[in-house]
């Protein structure tokens, strides 16, 4: 099973384009706040299960995998996030870190429902 750390490292390096390209352990460490040996190591893990391919001393890149992971992960973000604004009226300036509390505790069954419910209600 995949840690919550390590679906925020997945996402941070599909933000910095590791779909297209490799994404340097630097730019990890600027990004996430973190050193380079802790950087290393959750590296070394998202490798082992194969979400990413790395590059030694150039960086990391997401596999076919790693990408259909992170997009799923995207898309449920996507749909909490339009349930909370549409449902819930939760302010779009604090929508994002209230999603981020919760998306990683709730199954894709949940996340589902909450995209048919969404698809038959009109707003």
């Given at each position: 099973?995949?840690?919550?750390?390590?679906?925020?490292?997945?996402k941070?390096?599909?933000?910095?384009?590791?779909?297209?390209?490799?994404?340097?352990?630097?730019?990890?460490s600027?990004?996430l706040?973190?050193?380079?040996?802790?950087?290393?190591?959750?590296?070394?893990?998202?490798?082992?299960?194969?979400?990413?391919?790395?590059?030694?001393?150039?960086?990391?890149?997401?596999?076919?995998?790693?990408?259909?992971?992170?997009?799923?992960?995207?898309n449920?973000?996507?749909i909490?996030?339009?349930?909370?604004?549409?449902?819930?009226?939760?302010?779009?300036?604090?929508?994002?870190?209230?999603?981020d509390l919760?998306?990683?505790?709730?199954?894709?069954?949940?996340?589902?429902?909450?995209?048919?419910?969404?698809?038959?209600?009109?707003?």
């Amino acid at each position: 099973m995949i840690t919550d750390a390590q679906k925020k490292y997945l996402k941070i390096i599909f933000q910095l384009g590791g779909d297209i390209e490799l994404v340097s352990n630097k730019m990890l460490s600027k990004k996430l706040g973190a050193a380079p040996p802790s950087i290393s190591q959750m590296l070394d893990r998202l490798t082992e299960a194969g979400f990413v391919k790395s590059e030694h001393y150039r960086g990391v890149m997401l596999t076919k995998k790693g990408l259909t992971y992170t997009i799923e992960m995207t898309n449920n973000h996507e749909i909490i996030k339009a349930f909370f604004i549409k449902v819930l009226n939760i302010n779009s300036s604090e929508v994002n870190q209230e999603v981020d509390l919760i998306e990683n505790h709730v199954s894709d069954k949940f996340v589902q429902r909450l995209s048919e419910y969404l698809r038959t209600k009109q707003f």
